[in-house]
């Protein structure tokens, strides 16, 4: 069971959007720590999509968002591709467990 | 452009130590802007941080995993390990290497290929 809840799977067709949520509590992202999101495709390393909640790296399309409220976070993904097709983790830090933790992942699946 | 690279054995037996290494390129690990940290990914299921060191030596460790868990940092070699006892068959997992940016939020913007390790007699 992982401290941050996300949905097993979403999806979408191609050119749709698709919201990907990551819920937590008062020790983590309730508490004010960043929320940072990774797209992950199988057999690779994992890849920086959204680093402090909103913020996207160099090389990351703007057709990936992410905000935050209260105890939870977003990802955002507009104009759907198929190449985006993949598993999706949000991070942050709980204070209770003095370090990082994940979400258990969401798989995106274009149709 | 900053590579990590994890090396050690793919395969443990139960109640042995589990060793692995990574080696950085591209960045130095005294330079004090990240901190390097171990990541593992069971087969379908999802990440799990293991811990992460400081170029001071200053560790943290996941609760779940703390009484087995030991990274150390050899700058010299610009290598971080990860050394895991009693392991059984549960730890069994791809382990990544990853550098966490403080200038980025603390995220983990770098990582390794990762190595898969199996538990097994």
């Known amino acids: 069971q992982s401290v941050l809840t996300q949905p097993p799977s979403v999806s979408g067709a191609p050119g749709q959007r698709v919201t990907l949520s990551c819920t937590g509590s008062?020790?983590?992202?309730?508490?004010?720590?960043?929320v940072h999101w990774y797209q992950h495709l199988p057999g690779t390393a994992p890849k920086l999509l959204i680093y402090?909640?909103?913020n996207r790296p160099s090389g990351v399309p703007d057709r990936f968002s992410g905000s935050k409220s209260g105890t939870s976070a977003s990802l955002a993904i507009t104009g759907l591709q198929a190449e985006d097709e993949a598993d999706y983790y949000c991070?942050?830090?709980?204070?209770?467990?003095?370090?990082?933790?994940f979400g258990g992942g969401t798989k995106v699946t274009v149709l | 452009q900053v590579q990590l690279e994890e090396s050690g054995p793919g395969l443990v037996k139960p109640s042995q130590t589990l060793s692995l290494t990574c080696t950085v390129s591209?960045?130095?690990?005294?330079?004090?802007?990240?901190?390097w940290s171990w990541i593992r990914q069971p087969a379908g299921k999802g990440l799990e941080w293991i811990g992460r060191?400081?170029?001071?030596?200053?560790?943290n460790y996941n609760p779940s995993l703390k009484s087995r868990v030991t990274i150390s940092v050899d700058t010299s070699k610009n290598q971080f390990s990860l050394k895991l006892s009693s392991v059984t068959a549960a730890d069994t997992a791809v382990y990544y290497c990853?550098?966490?940016?403080?200038?980025?939020?603390?995220?983990?913007?770098?990582w390794g290929q990762g190595i898969l390790v199996t538990v097994s007699s």
């Open positions: 402090g909640n909103t």
């Open positions: 008062s020790s983590n992202i309730g508490a004010g720590f960043d």
């Open positions: 991070q942050s830090y709980d204070s209770s467990l003095s370090g990082s933790v």
């Open positions: 060191i400081y170029t001071t030596g200053s560790t």
């Open positions: 990853a550098r966490q940016k403080i200038q980025l939020w603390l995220s983990n913007d770098s």
């Open positions: 591209g960045d130095s690990i005294s330079s004090g802007n990240s901190y």
